[in-house]
């Protein structure tokens, strides 16, 4: 029988009401411990020891990532000079971002900001400086900046620099390391033992594509977090979890692919349904992180297809594992707690808009990271310049080769220009991106920065405007973008008030 997707959906509800009811005496004593286990990542996020705390800890987190996504509101000069500056980036006119941007000390001209909870709401206001204070949970704190770089031999570009702090609490370097690892694992292995019949019946109604071997384990995530789940079964569905094979060596395979229905999307959300309609084909990414170990992890998107998959080994606590030749590397696993290491992030990605598609491969990164007691540090150097190819027909009339025929270079001679001029950032060393995460007990900072020189022609210019008409959401559907989010974030923290609910478990359980 063919069900409607609302009739789906109330099916779904109806089997996720059964998961959640209580579990009497009589039935499986460790179907508690199995709630337990499944929420270990969570836990591990904030390194207490006592899980009620650190529970509670992430009912504050999610409170206030609620009041960011549902509430947030700029003063009155904060929204005049977003106005002035979002202009600029819409339009890829970096001549009037530069000038919108208010504190001058020449050649730089910056804005910055502030942002904290203010009661129910988010508040968003112009700060004086680089260096306001973020002392409480949530607040965050922006940079942008920029100069005219011009120079006669590359090109007329500007230095663009942006800095992001937030304070993120209780969550530290080494509690989402742990974390991360956990979430793989517990995405790759089964527990070993069945989540209830109607946790069972749900995840296989609602994700039934899934092949037989992943089937127990869904039911298992499902059970973990059955409010979370139906609530994505709402708009989307999980196509695989595990690789094949899906152990080998003592490690265990993920490879997790989930895609939004289009159907289920538009009645849940109709305006991050047609978002997703306006992004259409957009993109399609294939991005590989290796190291001389081999193959960590690799990560698709098809906005296309709306689809995106992670592919990654792991061993049985929790570390990840490299591959090589498609054979997992045990011996090369990550540790508890890695001090250094350098890897890159490899990227090919095919870009279409209006007809035309533009391709980069072999766009690499490579990374540098560090770890000590203030916590982790990652710095990364784009220097060079990917292989770029441009095919199609600009608005589905006009080839490729034509357009260049009319203009002063062919059309990937452009991308491979703006390329260029990125790679040449700082003085040959390559665009800056870098990331710190403190290793606190609370009060955490996470800090994000960025630096590179943008290529300002007419024709960059009017290419990247073309593709801002693709990428960025109308108010509408950022106002839908930000209902979806806030759906997922409460389904969450009803599944967190159930586990806080959940005391001593039977320890003689043996799920893993």
Partial sequence: MAYRPRTRWLLIFGLCLGTVMPVAAAENACHDALVVDQWQPFVALTRHGNASDALADLGRVIAVQRLIVGHAEPDAAARKLRGALWKGVRDYDLDALYEALPVADPPWRAAYFISRPAGDIY???????????????????????AKPDEK????????VRGALG?????IGWQGAYEAAGLGILHSAQPANISAPGPAQQAANGAFGELAKDDRPLMAQLWYGLPVTWAWYARIGRVEQLRGVPATAGGVHHLHYQAALDASELADAYPAVDDYMAQLADLVEARIRVTSAAGQWLVFTVDSGARQISVDAWVDDDGHLVPSADGAPRPDQALGDTPARGDFSTDINARMRAYGMVIAFDDLTIDWHFTA????????????????TRTSGRAFGIVPTGMLDALMPKDLASFAEQFMQRLADSDDGAGARLALDLTDRSTDNRLVFEGEGDLLDNFFVRFGVKLMNGRVLPSGEQLAGLRRLLDDGLGAFEADRLRRAGIGRVDTACHLR
């Fill in 123 to 145: 508040r968003l206001s112009v700060a004086d400086g680089p260096d306001a204070t973020i002392d409480s949970l949530g607040a965050i704190r922006t940079t942008l900046a």
């Fill in 152 to 159: 006669a031999d590359r090109g007329d570009a500007f230095t």
């Fill in 372 to 387: 000590d007691a203030s916590g982790g540090h990652l710095v990364g150097r784009l220097d060079d310049v990917p292989v």
């Fill in 166 to 170: 937030a304070n993120i609490g209780p």
